[in-house]
């Protein structure tokens, strides 16, 4: 600012300085010439007027006297322009004088005046003439002539006494100019520095001037408007700040479409959900970020309707995400409308509900069909079944095997639920796995060597002891081995490794079986899910053992992960966290 506004100030002064030079220049010397020039003309006209040609004896010394006291050249001429007597030059050797302006101007005027350049030393002369008159006629003229080489250095004097005058005042001017200009730009530097203390944010208090001029003026509606703006900036920043809290606070994502259809923000939650296959959404229209159909339409009825409008879609991603989105308008200036669009994720409350309605169907079968054979035989007994021995006696091992099916599936689902309800009591204590595995395999050789199927059994027998309830690390151990026993076809083998990995000893069981789908995997573990449906209930089990495994697991600090592939076995790791529970 200072470079700016100050030397404009300052050129401002030395401008009108020197356009005032140029104007005193160009009229002072001119003036002091036509006033010193105009004195000696006027001189010059009275001594002209003293001399009297009606006297001829006298002439001569009038002649003398005149031009010793009007130091001037004083030339008689007479009536024909004849030079009669001259105080400089032989009157003999001059021309007609009648010819002369000023002679010609005294003659029609009576007083005449010239100026001009002398031929003898070339210096400047003013020449005057009066006219003698005898009563009515003229009978001479009366010729003075002086140089002007003393109004030249008077001039010259008073010129450059002015000058040397202008020059200590332009001086003087010049000084003040930069005072002035300091001064007045002093406000306007407290101004500048204050503004840019805005604009970077940094804090500035109050502006304070000590002026009473504009300046002083415009410093307090400054900080007026900064104490308006301050005021908005606190309100807008505790808006932001309850509007981000609420963003955080949701599980919905949500993100702003601006009126331009472009997404000007998207919230944390969303971005979470949509790091992966949609990163950098913003700036991009809805259907360049999502390139879903179903979204789209909605968006559009929203245009079109400006009503809110709800609909589901399913975002591609490596597991599908089932959303629920909401449709709805932010209203700002007119012109600049908003739309919010907020995200709710359904995929766990659409897997959930399609875990219970499997879990409702699952359930409902696997207790109506062990009821629907007891009702059969039964009512087969009352019928006079009963007569026959052995009909009767095969029948009611049947029953009893069908109600010991429903003992075991009651069983599990009550494991299950106090499980999840935390009603089961867990001795953790520190336990060895090769002996509690080693317990495991007699109970299961027998089912195996039916099949024609090897156990083998790679776990080492020095390991270190993981935290846990030996009765329920048996029973985890039992329902994977059972499950790789009862899906590995005759002649197969199950094998059993341990090893220490990043703080867990993992004990990975793996057989030679069929092998399960990929997509089916992720849904192993829930409850009376089964791959194979019919093969299973063929199998026997209630197709809660894996299911009953992945809680008794958690319930230890532990997971289960599945690898398979169809045809090609299946491997079941176990982790298990070393010295914790």
Known sequence: MKGKLFFKILFSYLAIIFLSFLILNSFIKDEIRDVLTGKI????????????????????????QVALISRARVTLVDRQGKVLADSLLDASGLENHLNRPEVQEAR??????????????RAGMLYV??????????????????????????????????????????TLSLILALIFSFYITKPVRILEKFTEKLRRGEPSGTLILQTSDETKILADNINYLVEELQSQIRLANEEKSKLMAAFTSMTEGVLIVDASDQIEFVSAVLQGILLEPYGGIEGKTLMEAFRNVELHKAFHRFKLTREVVSAEIVLDSIEPVIMNVSISGVHGYPGEEKTMVVFHDVTRLKKLERIRTDFVANVTHEIRTPLTAIIGYLETLQEGALQNTEDAKRFIEILLKQAQRLNRLVEDLMIISRIELGEVKFLFEDVYLPDIIGGVIPLLEAKAAVKNIRIENHVPEKMLPVRGDRDRLSQVFVNVLDNAVKFTPGGGSVTINAEEKAGNMVVAITDTGMGIPREEIQRLGERFYRVDKTRSRDLGGTGLGLSIVKHLMLSHGGRMEIESQLGHGTKVSLFFPIGKA
């Not at 010729?143 to 202008?166: C, G, N, P």
């Open 108 to 121: 029609v005027r009576g007083e005449g005046r010239a100026t001009s350049l002398s031929t003898s030393d």
């Open 129 to 170: 003439a009066v006219a003698v008159r005898d009563s009515s006629d003229i009978i001479g003229y009366v010729r003075l002539a002086r140089s002007l080489d003393d109004v030249k250095k008077t001039v010259d004097e008073v010129y450059a006494s002015f000058l040397m005058a202008l020059i200590l005042t332009s």
């Open 41 to 64: 003309e006027r001189e010059l006209f009275a001594y002209a007027r003293l001399i009297d040609l009606n006297i001829p004896s006298e002439t001569s010394a009038q002649l003398t």
